[in-house]
């Protein structure tokens, strides 16, 4: 079974940035496609981030964050991370991490509030 613990977030003003990070235990990490996934108040979980399994050549983004959050790994560590710049307010949201299909439990989430 594989579990995920993700850290970093807080509360941050308009223009700010984060670095998120998700720790996940298991030793096959490095053969999973991962993903960051968040949700935002009253709306379903959405996929924001992905990268490939491996050495995390292929990233993509949803339009909404494309150009303005990067996702990254280190296999070593186990763990995948979401650099998030030019915050809005609209970014506001619990964060997840989980493979690029969700296939494993999900954990508790990183809140990130985007406020002046």
């Known amino acids: 079974q594989v579990q995920f613990v993700e850290s970093g977030g807080g509360l941050v003003q308009p223009g700010g940035s984060l670095r998120l990070s998700c720790a996940a235990s298991g030793s096959i990490f490095s053969t999973y496609a991962m993903g960051w996934y968040r949700r935002a108040p009253g709306k379903q979980r959405e996929l924001v981030a992905r990268i490939s399994a491996g050495t995390g050549g292929n990233t993509d983004y949803a339009d909404s964050v494309r150009g303005r959050f990067t996702i990254s790994r280190d296999n070593a560590k186990n763990t995948v991370y979401l650099q998030m710049n030019s915050l809005r307010p609209e970014d506001t949201a619990i964060y997840y991490c989980?493979?690029?299909?969700?296939?494993?439990?999900w954990g508790q989430g990183t809140q990130v509030t985007v406020s002046s």
């Open positions: 989980n493979t690029r299909y969700g296939n494993y439990p």
